[in-house]
């Protein structure tokens, strides 16, 4: 596998804070290569000597509009074992139902457009159920929860123009950290 040639957007980019369109099947050649693209690049910036290779910073979801396409689109790559992996493809993804329960990531969320240490919290669900669609265009559900909960809420805030730092209380970072749940 080797390295894609994709660009990744910087916070201070205004095409970060549009609003992604809906994505209409079949897909296009160019959509399917952006996933497949988005995909390897997720998988080989997990793999450290690759990371070091390309000097990658680790991800494991990226949404479209953060290579500069505004499709609401979004992959997550999870590591199930050393250098195993997941692939999660979601297209026009809704949120159907969540928990009362909230979670945040212990040593913060981050951003692969986000080139900067962040302090705060940011307030997630610890559960989520997403209605989605496949690369065929195959409507379907899914139930995560925790880390890869977070990470469904972190890329459909990409597609709405929201980023993590959006949630978190620049006057208070760690506002309401007992009501909550550290993962």
Request: with cysteine.
């Amino acid at each position: 596998m080797k390295l894609p040639n994709i660009t990744i957007l910087d916070e201070v980019d205004k095409r970060l804070r549009e609003k992604s369109k809906e994505v209409s099947f079949p897909l296009k050649e160019t959509d399917k290569k952006m996933i497949q693209d988005m995909i390897d690049y997720l998988t080989l910036s997990q793999i450290d000597e690759e990371r070091e290779k390309y000097d990658l910073r680790a991800g494991m979801g990226l949404s479209a509009v953060q290579i500069g396409v505004l499709k609401r689109i979004f992959v997550i790559v999870e590591e199930v074992e050393k250098e195993k992996f997941k692939n999660y493809i979601v297209i026009n993804p809704k949120i159907v139902s969540y928990s009362e329960e909230q979670i945040y990531v212990g040593e913060g969320e981050g951003c692969l457009s986000i080139n900067r240490e962040v302090d705060g919290i940011v307030p997630r669900h610890a559960r989520i159920t997403v209605e989605a669609y496949d690369m065929d265009g195959k409507k379907y559900t899914i139930r995560v929860r925790e880390d890869i909960a977070i990470a469904f809420q972190h890329e459909i805030d990409h597609l709405n123009g929201i980023l993590f730092i959006d949630h978190i209380d620049p006057k208070d970072p760690y506002k309401d950290q007992e009501k909550m749940r550290e993962i």
